[in-house]
């Protein structure tokens, strides 16, 4: 018996569709209930913006097609399985895959959800998993000075991770106000730029893909303090400058890419580990807050130029499926 599955279509600069696909015959079926939209990647991806010489590297685990277009992409998906090892029948699972109503997969690429961690919440799960691999990256030591400037949706998980440790009091900034999002309720403070205090911290987070917040968390560096980059800038060029408080101060910039485990963690730590880990950490409630609107899966064609906007309001998406 053979299956087929909606699935949204990445065709040209600005286009998208939902299309008909043949699914393969072997692997683990699963149909999806909710998916996440990955906001930076998608966008560069939806206006055709990844560089040529990125096309490999910028391939998510379970990709159909080649950049530019045609490509389907995403690595959000929570669904429950339908058929396939007696051990994952009726599961819900996460899995590294794009937007599609139905996928099979092997079983290694799904990851079964712990009880107290909802469907609705784990399509976080990469996104966490990027947090806490910036989290081994940066070698948080105890009492820590923490900064994180772009509070979108990695600023705000980096946040959550941190401030599960009573050792630290992490620091959160953004050039807009706060957007539906509580520090307080992440035990965190919100701070403008302007009050972000110079020369002041040990380890900086910088996610807002911005020359002008990579330049804050340079000034915002002690001696010898880090800061760890997870911005994605494309082929686009950042102006900084690295003299004054960088040179003198000895600070360092630290690439954070989740595509490999983090140095300090690669010896005792495998991907899968290193996803486990991420999606047990979303069993903390305080995340639904960062889920900030739902689109079902068949109006992605029309919402997806509103949702990935340079402008656009809110943190998350979650996509719901019918």
Same mark, same amino acid.
């Given at each position: 018996?053979?299956?087929?599955?909606?699935?949204?279509?990445?065709?040209?600069?600005?286009?998208?569709?939902?299309?008909?696909?043949?699914?393969?015959?072997?692997?683990?079926?699963?149909?999806?209930?909710?998916?996440?939209?990955?906001?930076?990647? #998608?966008?560069?991806?939806?206006?055709? *913006?990844?560089?040529?010489?990125?096309?490999?590297?910028?391939?998510?685990?379970?990709?159909?097609?080649?950049?530019?277009?045609?490509?389907?992409?995403?690595?959000?998906?929570?669904?429950?399985?339908?058929?396939?090892?007696?051990? *994952?029948?009726?599961?819900?699972?996460?899995?590294?895959?794009?937007?599609?109503?139905?996928?099979?997969?092997?079983?290694?690429?799904?990851?079964?959800?712990?009880?107290?961690?909802?469907?609705?919440?784990?399509?976080?799960?990469?996104?966490? #998993?990027?947090?806490?691999?910036?989290? %081994?990256?940066?070698?948080?030591?105890?009492?820590?000075?923490?900064?994180?400037?772009?509070?979108?949706?990695?600023?705000?998980?980096?946040?959550?991770?941190?401030?599960?440790? !009573?050792?630290? @009091?992490?620091?959160?900034?953004?050039?807009?106000?706060?957007?539906?999002?509580?520090?307080?309720?992440? !035990?965190?403070?919100?701070?403008?730029?302007?009050?972000?205090?110079?020369?002041?911290?040990?380890?900086?987070?910088?996610?807002?893909?911005?020359?002008?917040?990579?330049?804050?968390?340079?000034?915002?560096?002690?001696?010898?303090?880090?800061?760890?980059?997870? !911005? %994605?800038?494309?082929?686009?060029?950042?102006?900084?400058?690295?003299?004054?408080?960088?040179?003198?101060?000895?600070? !360092?910039?630290? @690439?954070?890419?989740?595509?490999?485990?983090?140095?300090?963690?690669?010896?005792?730590?495998?991907?899968?580990?290193?996803?486990?880990?991420?999606?047990?950490?979303?069993?903390?409630?305080?995340?639904?807050? *960062?889920?900030?609107?739902?689109?079902?899966?068949?109006?992605?064609?029309?919402?997806?130029?509103?949702?990935?906007?340079?402008?656009?309001?809110?943190?998350?998406?979650?996509?719901?499926?019918?």
């Amino acid at each position: 018996m053979g299956f087929s599955a909606d699935a949204l279509i990445y065709t040209a600069p600005g286009e998208v569709q939902v299309n008909r696909v043949p699914l393969d015959p072997a692997g683990v079926l699963v149909r999806t209930r909710f998916s996440g939209i990955s906001r930076g990647t #998608e966008r560069l991806i939806f206006n055709g *913006l990844v560089p040529p010489g990125e096309y490999q590297r910028m391939r998510a685990p379970l990709q159909v097609g080649d950049f530019p277009f045609p490509v389907r992409y995403g690595y959000a998906a929570v669904g429950t399985v339908e058929a396939g090892p007696e051990d *994952l029948l009726g599961r819900q699972v996460f899995c590294l895959h794009p937007h599609q109503t139905l996928f099979r997969a092997d079983p290694g690429m799904l990851v079964p959800l712990p009880d107290d961690v909802p469907p609705e919440r784990a399509i976080l799960a990469a996104n966490a #998993e990027t947090a806490l691999n910036a989290i %081994w990256d940066a070698d948080v030591h105890p009492g820590c000075r923490c900064l994180i400037v772009g509070a979108g949706l990695l600023g705000w998980l980096i946040a959550a991770l941190l401030s599960r440790r !009573s050792d630290l @009091s992490p620091r959160i900034t953004d050039i807009r106000p706060e957007t539906g999002v509580k520090a307080d309720d992440f !035990s965190v403070r919100f701070l403008k730029p302007d009050a972000v205090e110079r020369q002041a911290y040990d380890v900086i987070f910088h996610t807002s893909a911005s020359a002008g917040g990579l330049q804050t968390a340079i000034d915002a560096a002690c001696f010898e303090g880090r800061v760890i980059e997870l !911005s %994605w800038y494309g082929d686009r060029p950042v102006s900084v400058d690295l003299g004054g408080n960088f040179h003198a101060n000895r600070v !360092s910039i630290i @690439s954070s890419q989740v595509g490999s485990v983090a140095r300090r963690r690669r010896a005792s730590h495998r991907y899968r580990d290193r996803l486990e880990q991420a999606i047990a950490a979303l069993s903390d409630p305080r995340l639904d807050a *960062l889920i900030t609107e739902e689109v079902p899966f068949f109006d992605l064609p029309d919402a997806l130029p509103r949702l990935l906007a340079t402008d656009a309001p809110g943190i998350a998406t979650r996509v719901v499926y019918p």
